[in-house]
């Protein structure tokens, strides 16, 4: 561009130079040729009309002294003729030794009565030469003519001097002006230039461009444009941003996970609640295809689906890994403001493992009370009706079948009484009576309670509670059934003979409560499962026993009353110990 306008400025500098140079130069030698023209004009008039007289009298040596004399001032060469071209006198050269001069023109016009004016070569002089001829009258005809002459070569020669004192002139001007083009081309340039950079530091996104440019002409126009345009820019990247930020934080803290997906399946967001449901390793990955982050077929088939039929409908998946994992999907188009065009889907995940293992966990609930109250009550209406039929003619029979009658009425009650107090622990949820529970006294009283069983089966029921174990705070009967029930639980499960020991001590926060017994153990498979309702490990074994399987879901419950836990060590054949961790009171 700098280059560009250089050229310019100086190829217009150049040529107006040539063209006024030459012109001037034109002008001048026609000035100068003109006054040497003049010049001679004039000087032969006045000879013509001086001579007149010396030319009538004859005075010939008057003549030349004249002529020699106006020859030697003027610079000029004189040559005096007579009407027959015979050369009389002259200044530069012998006139005996001219030739005629008669057809000369200029002396032709001359000695028609006019001025003749000639320029040409002179075979005298062998140079190029200005004639000036101009009549003399004698009275009134023309006796003779006077001419005057000079040579070219001198105007040629001033001529040159001109030129020459022109181009020594013309040297510095030239230097001086492509300086002076420089300076102005850089003047326009430099300024382009710097608004070339800010526009670069724009694309680049530093929107804070320095243009340091005050003129008042269109460049300094351009600049305050610019730095407009980068400011208003400024202002609308960071709402856009402070936008986005805003979209992400809502986007980011909803509990669902959020998937967004263009037509060709490249994720255009996806929220780290998402990225932790399917298990994403974190990174940039937006722009990236579906697949190649979440490589489920099972959600790329259903989306590829959708992007097909164009059916927005619910669906369900589960994944096995890392863990087993139900996820509810719900997709919608992602359409362009006001038209109906379609340029991807949102998807929105919902983690329901939970809901459904909650809800089969009522549908099994439910199934398992039916179940455990059918047994008992067949049983009771088998019994009747063999009594009815006759039995109850049999003294002996009517009785066994009635103490029958009255076990399987128990086991209703038991199971009725653990099923409800299973519902009243779940409905009251926090709501639990809080009083300050002697731990030592309490436990001493729950093991006289079950010592009688103990002994109908010879087992050794041993209680070690230390003198300082701290008191405990929550609802006493709570307390009481879990112990019972874990107390109940080592005595039913461990052979004759055997032993069951409750140990309770302090530790730095808790009171720790364990019950030991050295009965059958529970295989390692069943113990994530045992406090689940109706959960039991054998059961034939458990039913003969009287058990229901609701003991452990009551404890667990309890324990969680006391915002304490539970911990289950077993091996096969050695035994079983609970240990319950329960805060202390201070
Ligand atoms: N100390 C133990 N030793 C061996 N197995 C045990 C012991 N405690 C519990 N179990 C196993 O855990 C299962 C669940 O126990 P839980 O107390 O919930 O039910 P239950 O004893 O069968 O019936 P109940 O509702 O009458 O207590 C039992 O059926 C039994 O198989
Ligand atoms: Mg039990």
Redesign the pocket.
Known sequence: MQKKIFAYIMSVLLITLIISGIFTVQTIEKQHFSNMEEKLVSASYILSQVLSEDIQADNIEHIKAVLSKVSRELNVRITLIDRQGTVLGETSYDPSLMENHLKRPEIQKALKGSVGKEIRFSSTMKLDFMYIAQPIYRDDYIAGVIRLSTPMKEIKGLMKSINGNLLLALIPGLFLSLLLVYRISISITSPIKEIKNAAVDITLGKLDPSINITSRDEIGELAKAIDFMAASLRDKINSIRDKNTRMEAILSSVVNGIIAVDSNENILFINPIAQKMLNIDEGDIAGKHLLQVIRNNKIDNMIKGILENKSFEENEISLNYPTQKIFRLNSNAIKYPESDRIIGIIIIIQDITEIKKLEKMRSDFVANVSHELKTPLTSIKGFVETLKAGAIEDQAAAVRFLNIIEDEADRLN?LIS?ILSLSELENRKGKTRYEIINTADKIREIISLLQNQAVHKNIDLIVKVEADVRMLHGDPDQFKQMLI??V???V???PEGGKVQVTAYNTKNEVVIR?K?N????PKE?IPR??ERF?????A???N???????????KHIIMQFQGKIDVV?EVGQ??E?ILSIPRET
């Open positions: 038991r653990d029930n874990l109940d639980n080592a039913k499960y461990t019950i017994d009965g059958i153990g529970i069943h045992l406090f959960y039991r490990v054998d059961k074994r458990s039913r026993v009287g058990g229901t399987g609701l003991g452990l879901a009551i404890v077993s035994g079983t609970f």
